[in-house]
């Protein structure tokens, strides 16, 4: 157990591309979409006409931020959408629209927001529920099991119960017992950091002498080598990639904590372009480093459209968490977009608004020719692997796009989004003057 989940960079015979020779070919086509400076959107995304919230028709040069006026204006975005069940609840406009019986049913913008913090607030971390209508296994029968079986399973619960990481959220079936949905935080310092990755898994009857299959809800996108665009995941623990000794399953040992918490520290890693199996024989060299954070970029994009996948189309009994999680953190990873956008390293901390303040503040003082005043950023994308390469310029056409998507998003949850909005909103005064 401890030495499936303590090696963070991993090795070809922990965690692979299953049957497949070209994974990584099959990712540097993927990024050719970015490359073209379009995302493409899947089957599951709202279509949207728009480029943004922002409206271009705003009048006179001072222009203040209104937060009635901006809300207004995701109103009439909203107006054509075919919004997912659950999201006209959390938005209050549309809310208004559905209860036609006076001002007094109508809840604030703050009450919604203060309802949305509450219930992630108190979202355990395991939880059992009644039905997985939703559930990838749902319409697949488990078959003929025994006591033992029923009791392995509840040992496991247990497990799950008392000692879930903190960044890992699990709900089971009481109706099928087969059942189980776990999301996973991505970590920080990793092109994965804040978002949610969906799992879902079967206990087959044959369990626990079989390890539990697990399918990863990925939206259509290959973002790790290990997690595959149809869902599969590549784990030695699972027995979907070849594996010695400790790595494969033990039926006398192995448990679902030891996969959830294995996909966690040994596929969302720091540099998941090195999951490829023989890769990691490239990690001491410039070129391979190159790469590594090249697939960082593309790796990032897939999360943040991730993250808008969860967002529209929120998984069952996750609704509150994702609503929560993303009201609480749409703030730091919007910050996180415009600093790589910047052309900082995706995963480098990203400073505090404060922190920035007091270092120019104290350059000032020191005076342009103290050698401290300026520092030379470690984080620039431009001094990687001393190769002299940069990002292509689609990387931040399509954060932008992104950049957007998402604080449409979030301003709905709750987030804090005001400087960005005022900042977008000022932007295109000066277009439409």
Same mark, same amino acid.
């Given at each position: ?32 979409? #970015? ?47 075919? $919004? ?6 959390? /938005? ?79 709900? &089971? ?23 949610? #990755?969906? #799992? ?36 030695? $623990? ?20 030891? &996969? ?6 040994? &596929? $969302? ?111 620039? &994308? ?6 002299? /390469? ?44």
């Amino acid at each position: 157990y401890h030495k499936q989940t303590s090696n963070g960079s991993s090795s070809g015979d922990k965690v692979g591309s299953c049957t497949e020779n070209n994974s990584f070919k099959a990712s540097e086509a993927e990024r050719q979409n #970015f490359d073209s400076g379009e995302i493409e959107e899947e089957d599951y995304y709202i279509d949207d006409e728009d480029e943004g919230c922002y409206d271009d028709d705003n009048e006179g040069s001072d222009y203040e931020f209104d937060e009635s006026d901006f809300n207004q204006q995701l109103a009439d975005k909203f107006d054509d959408l075919d $919004l997912p069940p659950g999201v006209e609840a959390s /938005v209050p406009w549309l809310q208004k629209a559905a209860t036609d019986d006076g001002p007094g049913n109508f809840k604030s913008m703050s009450e919604i927001e203060d309802e949305i913090g509450k219930k992630y607030k108190f979202f355990k971390q395991f939880d059992t529920v009644e039905d997985f209508s939703d559930h990838h296994y749902a319409n697949k029968p488990v078959g003929k099991t025994g006591k033992e079986w029923t009791k392995r399973i509840q040992h496991d619960w247990k497990l799950l119960e008392n000692d879930l990481p903190a960044s890992i959220y699990v709900r &089971v079936s009481e109706n099928r017992m087969d059942l189980l949905r776990a999301v996973m935080i991505g970590p920080q310092g990793t092109p994965y950091h804040d978002g949610l #990755f969906f #799992f879902d898994a079967q206990f087959p009857a044959s369990y626990p002498a079989s390890p539990p299959i697990v399918y990863y809800h990925s939206g259509g996108l290959r973002l790790n080598p290990n997690l595959y665009a149809c869902g599969k995941v590549c784990l030695s $623990l699972l027995g979907t990639w070849e594996g010695h000794g400790c790595e494969k399953w033990n039926s006398a040992h192995s448990t679902m904590l030891q &996969v959830l918490i294995s996909i966690q520290a040994l &596929v $969302l890693n720091e540099k998941p372009y090195f999951n490829e199996p023989g890769y990691e024989t490239y990690a001491n060299n410039a070129s391979g480093q190159r790469t590594a954070l090249e697939y960082n970029d593309t790796t990032f994009q897939y999360s943040c459209r991730t993250m808008l996948y969860s967002l529209r189309r929120a998984p069952q009994h996750f609704e509150d968490l994702v609503a929560g999680h993303f009201r609480e953190r749409g703030r730091a990873i919007l910050a996180a977009c415009k600093y790589y956008m910047e052309g900082n390293k995706v995963g480098s901390i990203v400073p505090d608004e404060d922190d920035e303040d007091k270092e120019l503040e104290s350059a000032n003082a020191e005076g342009s020719s103290s050698s401290s005043a300026v520092k030379p950023k470690n984080n620039q &994308v431009d001094l990687r692997a001393g190769a002299g /390469v940069v990002r292509p310029a689609s990387f931040k056409t399509n954060m932008e796009v992104l950049f957007e998507e998402l604080l449409m998003e979030f301003n709905v949850k709750g987030a804090d989004t005001k400087k960005f909005c005022a900042v977008k909103l000022k932007k295109s005064q000066p277009a439409a003057a």
